[in-house]
């Protein structure tokens, strides 16, 4: 059974930084495609970045690019999003996600290929 467990959110103030953790379990995902989205209150859940886990190529949103940062460290089985420059406006629960499929297509912004999901951590940026 495939787990995400994510961690690192917090109240941070606008221009600072922070760093996500997604500790993955339950089996290899080597070929997996892992991903960062993001839900704020009355919006739409968001792509925020991706990558393949396997490769280490990575994918961001336009509104992220050149301020975040996503990595995998193979060892420890995790998945982080370095958070700088941080906006108001990035304020949202982050989730990690998981695409068991990631060997065969491209990463996708859509969330229904993700298959797997963390409970997400909240991470609120003030003015």
């Known amino acids: 059974q495939v787990q995400l467990v994510e961690s690192g959110g917090g109240l941070v103030q606008a221009g600072g930084s922070l760093r996500l953790s997604c500790a993955a379990s339950?089996?290899?995902?080597?070929?997996?495609?892992m991903g960062w989205f993001r839900q704020a209150p009355g919006n739409e859940r968001e792509f925020v970045a991706a990558?393949?886990?396997?490769?280490?190529?990575?994918y961001y949103a336009d509104s992220v690019k050149g301020r975040f940062t996503i990595s995998r460290d193979n060892a420890k089985n995790t998945v982080y999003l370095q958070m700088d420059s941080l906006k108001p406006e990035d304020t949202a629960v982050y989730y990690c996600?998981?695409?068991?499929?990631?060997?065969?297509?491209?990463?996708?912004?859509?969330?229904?290929?993700?298959?797997?999901w963390g409970q997400g951590t909240q991470v609120t940026v003030s003015s």
């Open positions: 996600a998981a695409d068991p499929l990631g060997g065969f297509r491209s990463p996708s912004v859509d969330k229904k290929y993700y298959a797997y």
């Open positions: 990558i393949r886990w396997s490769a280490g190529n990575t």
């Open positions: 339950g089996r290899s995902f080597s070929t997996y495609i």
